[in-house]
């Protein structure tokens, strides 16, 4: 089997195209069981969020892979693959492994650095494990993503830059209206991100109400930065009195209308708006920006910020040596990755190839015991002893060494040999084709679309 990594996010897809890729966990979990259902895909996990939707895959081929996970992602986004093609990246073995890696630390984020990524795909590989869609192949990939995203945070100096995508924002927000201090806010919605912008809005001085369609959720997170709490049903009036709002719903449709902000705007023209719309899709009308006195900020905005940035971060200048030093553990830990997984998959080949020896040894003994009957247990065990030596000494080199080689280039080819000299006839669950296409794929991205 071999690592395949397919999917769309800022990098290269408008915040209106991301839009229609909004999942919900009922929709992850749909994609999950599709994907592993048809003939290419045998563990997969899917990774969603508010600017990026990517699957990382376990497939048997890497051009009837592709095409079977380009096929999913074009049905949850309603169109068709030729046209998502432009905007999809494919990676693929080790560089899918380094892209995985790559995001769990923060540095292909839209706010790089940040910390919140490390958190959904924690809980996109737990939601994959409990639907039974990851294995022997993907849990340790997954697992070691998240202790690199841990290792880069704590060992680099890369959280300088680590502010979330509501800091960010809220930095946008205080230099239209000024600072937050005092100010009322209003957080519509109480999942992940509402609890983190309340959290970051209460540090920053802002008096917090939480509006939320479950309101035991909005009573537990206003009780945990001692704020208060909004009925949905009287939005309007918590608009009024709110100098931000901050939306971040999982709602498919439109939750703030324009009439609900322009009658919030009334008689406060002297008193300016920040709308903070972190959703995606989109909890806000578009149309909220053409208001008088209301400044918003989303997605959109912060993207083309990063554009213009010629990728730098948003939150500031990251010293340069910081994100060196991360890609550097990231490239290390690559190869440590690949080592390993390469070691596994020579793993059987070696045990065959071990037990395979041990029966003709004991086959050889029970001969000489039939030929000689007469001879005594202390020879009889001697010989024995002596024979699994040999026999052990000879195994040692050659096992040895295709361990070592399975992590160089075109290792596994080692193994494939090894199985054809000693006729070990076992199904390691490796193509043939995987040490050398994992060397010479070079993705076309007219064909795939994006980079490789």
């Not at 970051?200 to 709490?229: F, K, Q």
């Not at 500031?316 to 060196?324: H, L, T, W």
Request: proline share 3%; with cysteine.
């Amino acid at each position: 089997m071999s690592l395949l990594a397919v999917g769309i996010s800022h990098q290269t897809a408008p915040v209106s195209l991301l839009e229609q890729f909004a999942m919900t966990s009922d929709d992850t979990v749909k994609a999950l069981h599709e994907l592993v259902g048809n003939d290419h895909v045998s563990e997969a996990i899917v990774l969603a969020t508010c600017n990026r939707v990517e699957v990382f895959a376990e497939v048997d081929r890497f051009h009837g892979g592709v095409t079977e996970v380009s096929r999913v992602l074009a049905r949850q986004a309603g169109a068709t693959v030729e046209e998502l093609s432009p905007y999809v990246t494919v990676h693929y073995e080790d560089q899918a492994v380094a892209h995985l890696f790559t995001v769990a630390a923060g540095l292909d984020s839209m706010v790089v650095g940040e910390t919140q990524v490390l958190g959904q795909l924690r809980n996109a590989y737990a939601l994959a494990r409990d639907q039974g869609t990851v294995g022997r192949e993907l849990h340790p990939v997954a697992q070691h993503a998240l202790r690199v995203g841990k290792r880069v945070h704590s060992e680099t100096g890369i959280d300088k830059a680590g502010a979330s995508l509501v800091s960010v924002s809220l930095d946008h927000a205080e230099e239209r209206i000024g600072s937050l201090q005092g100010r009322r806010a209003l957080v519509v919605g109480a999942g992940s991100m509402g609890a983190l912008a309340a959290a970051t809005l209460a540090r920053r001085g802002a008096r917090v109400t939480v509006a939320s369609r479950t309101p035991e959720s909005a009573a537990r997170l206003a009780a945990a930065v001692d704020g208060s709490t909004a009925a949905l049903d009287d939005l309007p009036a918590a608009i009024a009195a709110a100098d931000v709002l901050l939306t971040c719903t999982g709602a498919t449709g439109l939750v703030v209308g324009t009439d609900a902000v322009a009658g919030a705007m009334r008689g406060r023209a002297d008193r300016p708006l920040a709308v903070v719309d972190l959703a995606l899709p989109r909890d806000v009308d578009p149309a909220v920006a053409g208001l008088p006195g209301v400044h918003v900020v989303d997605l959109a905005l912060l993207q083309g910020e990063r554009t213009a940035a010629h990728d730098t971060s948003l939150a500031g200048a990251v010293a340069r040596d910081d994100i060196a030093a991360a890609h550097a553990l990231i490239e290390a830990e690559t190869a440590l990755l690949r080592a390993e997984r390469q070691a596994a998959a020579v793993a059987p080949t070696v045990s065959a190839l071990r037990s395979q020896a041990a029966e003709v040894v004991d086959a050889e003994l029970l001969r000489l015991s039939t030929r000689l009957p007469d001879l005594d247990a202390r020879a009889r065990s001697e010989i024995a002893r002596t024979v699994r030596r040999v026999v052990d000494k000879l195994l040692h080199e050659p096992t040895v060494r295709v361990k070592e080689l399975a992590s160089t280039p075109g290792g596994v080819d080692y193994a494939d040999a090894l199985r054809e000299l000693f006729g070990l006839g076992i199904d390691t669950g490796v193509p043939a084709e995987r040490g050398r296409l994992a060397e010479a794929v070079a993705v076309d991205p007219d064909e795939f679309g994006g980079t490789a």
